[in-house]
């Protein structure tokens, strides 16, 4: 590994020593197309200091990125923002070959990294407002509980105007690029907003609060470096609107039509409320679950105002895919949507209702009863879909208008 892995530059006095993992498609149940990064950081100070690790396969290639600056054994502190076993997992091994002076994590951190590794490591708590001094450098630590577990935290090199957010402004996207000018807006907005939607957005209100508390630190920031992803040099407060606007979620017209479907049915129902949703103004979106993963349905959530669930009934349930997405939908929490349920079913017909006990669960107004066809929709039925497509288009620009 010795010659093959580098470290970056990224400031006077830090370098990326991350790792990057190219295959990754699965991350607890979240769609990574494009692979990811761990991000780990080595701050050379009078304490040598390594901010977060990575997972625990990757522990020789971010040894390898840290050996090719000094020996790892100079480390003298390394500081963990969050103990997802994403940045944590190799801590245990890394703490055994560098016999760190010191370990620091938030109060929660410590009690949790003890709860993941069962052992004694020599874990200090930080507090919010801490200042850790590495000689010649500081480092500040702000508490982000809750964004996205209770132990998160940031932590602010001064001297360089570094932010380290762990996972907060990251994305799931493996490069060899390290920087956000070096990779296409496009990707990085798609990106980011993905990781947002399926990490993130259970936590807004707290997103909220996070950004306030940043902005009254009044921090000058020269770099943002995430835990996954690339380090924003030239987009911060791109990212940073991106973050307030997620978490407002303002009211928009895009309707978005999830469904399967078993011979047809259900999916005919779901073009017709799509075209009934056109009709009244309203920017429908379809994505059948046989084409899109759960975590791209929660993307496409993130900036709509409605969404429509069809399920046909299978077996006196709803079909496998649609209880999947909404119980994955229901842990993420999206505000500020309204919605109907529809569904095509053969005897029974109990797909409907458990949509709009979902929808109910996750506090979706509702704006209009279910549509339901038997065996195969009549145009009766499809005229139905339509109007059930138009009435929550006319209370979705009602909402806009509001
Ligand atoms: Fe990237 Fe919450 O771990």
Redesign the pocket.
Known sequence: MGETFHAIKISDHVYWVGAIDWALRDFHGYLTSRGTTYNAYLVLADKVTLIDTVKAPFLDEMLARIASVLPPERIDYIVSN?S?M??SGCLPEVAARVHPEKIFASVIGVKTLHEHFHDTLPIEPVRDGNVLSLGNLSLHSIETKML??PDSMMTYLAEDQVLFSQ?GF?MHLASSERFDDQIAEDILLYEAAKYYAN?VMPFAPIVARALEKIQKLALPLRLIAP??GPIWRTKIGWIVDLYGRWARRPPTRKAIVVYDTMWQSTARMACAVAEGLQAGGAAPKVLSLAACHRSDVATEILDAGALLVGSPTMNNNLFPTVADVLTYLKGLNPRNLIGAAFGSYGWSGEATQEIETFLDSMKVERVAPAVRAQYVPTGEVLAQCAALGRSVAQALLAKIQL
């Open positions: 969050h997802e994403d940045h996205h577990w996972d990251g990490i835990d996954h």
